[in-house]
């Protein structure tokens, strides 16, 4: 999917990845950052919000909650970082990282929430009156006042499978009244999700059903007397689309794939963002005139189409179809390569749902890259006696 992208904008980044592959410092299914190219694309969002009037919380899901790499982006002026369920927030926790915003794409469990309301983020998303409650009563406890924001939807929006929730527009006006109500808490905003998405045909991001759903949310909360301090439109969020999220009056957005230069609107190499991750891999075997490398890092709605093979200079290879079905032991190319041979690709993912490592990677431009680290899908530090 992304794979002439990175070729066009950080062909270095291929140099980098074969080098350390060969000096032993990196395995097969390692996602390769590039740490000094994710600075430029955050630094550039940034700037760009700012402009706009838009406030950043970064993701740190898409490149496997690193808990080193969101240090590094948080000094370059980022918010706080969303949590997008409470093992992220555990994680970011533990390395004393500021969580901005929870509770959006996974409820808080009951059993923590005393604990996550303790750590005070800027808002907690909620879509039932019954985990308001349970926010209520945890702050109320600790003599703190929490912020919510009300998740919303409608009948005719955008809810991808395992994310069914929100309040309908119709139960707002009595929803809002009955968290009012409660010590504790205020109603700080709205959120939905996803409130863009990238048009293949048209070529561009475009806002999706769920944004109008969003801003008639607000205007409810502002009819029932509530000041409105956060309009968050999370997805796709990017240089090219924040100024679309400003002309609707989004005020917060949450850029996760726009800091490695993963979007999908960067599939010819043409955005300011430059893409910042491939994923390496190396050919295991073959079998009925096909190769098959290492997997772990297979993302299904990722559009895994093509690869780059290191046989004495690299060639590409075209990725068989995967059956979402399975598991991905191994990903397969429709040529014959020999055993033992780097693969590159570069395609959409989501670090925090694989099993791969993450390397980080610095001095990649300047042709002398320095692993930072390993870490794994999760964050944590992976020891060097067992890269």
């Known amino acids: ?14 140099d980098a990845a074969l080098t350390l592959w060969q000096r032993g410092a990196i395995k097969p299914d390692t996602y390769v950052i590039d740490v000094d190219q994710v600075k430029d694309n955050a630094r550039l969002l940034l700037e760009t919000a700012a402009r706009y009037g838009i406030t950043l919380y970064l993701m740190s899901k898409q490149f496997g909650r690193n808990p080193q790499l969101c240090k590094i982006l948080l000094e370059c002026g980022y918010k706080g970082i969303v949590a997008v369920d ?43 009156v019954a985990k308001a409650k349970e926010i209520a009563a945890a702050a109320t406890r600790l003599g703190i ?93 990017s240089v090219e689309s924040i100024p679309i999220l400003a002309h609707y009056g989004i005020t917060h957005a949450e850029p996760g794939h726009s800091l490695t230069g993963t979007m999908p609107s960067n599939q010819q190499g ?36 093509h690869a780059l093979v290191y046989d004495q200079q690299w060639r590409p290879g075209n990725v068989l179809s995967h059956d979402n079905d399975s598991i991905d032991y191994t990903l397969g190319l429709a040529e014959v390569f020999p055993v033992g041979s780097p693969v590159i690709m570069c395609f959409r993912t989501q670090i925090f749902v694989t099993r791969s490592d993450v390397a980080l990677v610095t001095g990649i431009q300047s042709g002398q890259p320095m692993l930072l680290g390993i870490f794994d899908s999760q964050g944590n530090t992976i020891p060097p006696s067992t890269h």
């Open 270 to 305: 043409e955005q300011p963002e430059h893409i910042a991750m491939l994923y390496l891999s190396e050919i295991s075997h073959c079998y009925q005139n096909h190769s098959y490398c290492y997997g772990g890092g297979y993302y299904r709605r990722g559009h895994l189409n």
């Open 145 to 237: 006042k929490q912020a919510l924001l009300l998740k919303v939807s409608h009948p005719d929006d955008l809810i991808y499978p395992g994310q069914e929730a929100g309040f309908s527009l119709d139960e707002l006006p009595e929803v809002i009244s009955e968290i009012k109500m409660l010590a504790g808490v205020r109603l700080a905003g709205v959120t939905h999700f996803p409130c863009l998405l990238f048009d293949s045909e048209k070529g561009k991001t475009l806002p999706s059903p769920n944004l109008n759903t969003l801003l008639e949310a607000k205007s409810i909360l502002e009819h029932q007397g509530i000041c409105v301090d956060q309009v968050n439109g999370p997805s796709a969020t």
């Open 86 to 128: 409470y093992k992220e927030a555990r994680q970011l926790y533990r390395h004393h990282l500021p969580v901005a915003h929870i509770g959006h794409l996974v409820q808080i469990p009951s059993g923590m929430v005393d604990e996550i309301v303790a750590h005070q983020p800027e808002v907690i998303t909620v879509y039932s």
């Open 1 to 14: 999917m992304l794979l002439k992208a990175l070729e066009k904008q950080n062909p270095a980044l291929i």
